[in-house]
């Protein structure tokens, strides 16, 4: 069974960092692109950024990139997502998601309970 969990998320002041943590489990993680997706209130999900398989290739959206920075550790199947000078537009809930093949974003179909992050002075 697949399972991501996410963890990390706070509430932060504009301009604050946060590292977002999703331990992956029940699949051969190294093989699959991971990517990042978030949901504010009110709104539809938003892709936030992707990593291949194999780490070497990323992919981030305009409205984070410069801002964010996504990692993945294979050897302890572990996501990461860097997150900083944060503005208030970033609050949103975020959840880790597999991909179904190992280069690129297909879709958070598989994606875990999310963390939630709130940016707000």
């Known amino acids: 069974e697949v399972l991501l969990v996410e963890s ?9 960092s946060l590292r977002l ?9 190294s093989y699959y692109a991971m990517s990042w997706v978030r949901q504010a209130p009110g709104k539809g999900l938003e892709w936030v950024s992707t990593i291949n398989g194999a780490g070497g290739s990323t992919y981030y959206a305009d409205s984070v990139k410069g801002r ?10 572990t996501l990461y997502l860097q997150l900083n000078s944060l503005k208030t537009e970033d609050t949103a809930m975020y959840y880790c ?3 179904q093949n190992p280069n690129g974003y297909d879709g958070a179909v598989v994606r875990g309970q999310g963390t939630q992050v ?4």
Do not use: M, Y
């Open 8 to 16: 990390g998320g706070g509430l932060v002041q504009p301009g604050e």
């Open 68 to 77: 964010i920075s996504i990692s993945r550790d294979n050897a302890k199947n």
């Open 21 to 29: 943590s999703c331990a992956a489990s029940g699949f051969t993680f």
């Open 97 to 99: 998601a597999k991909s």
């Open 118 to 121: 709130t940016v707000s002075s």
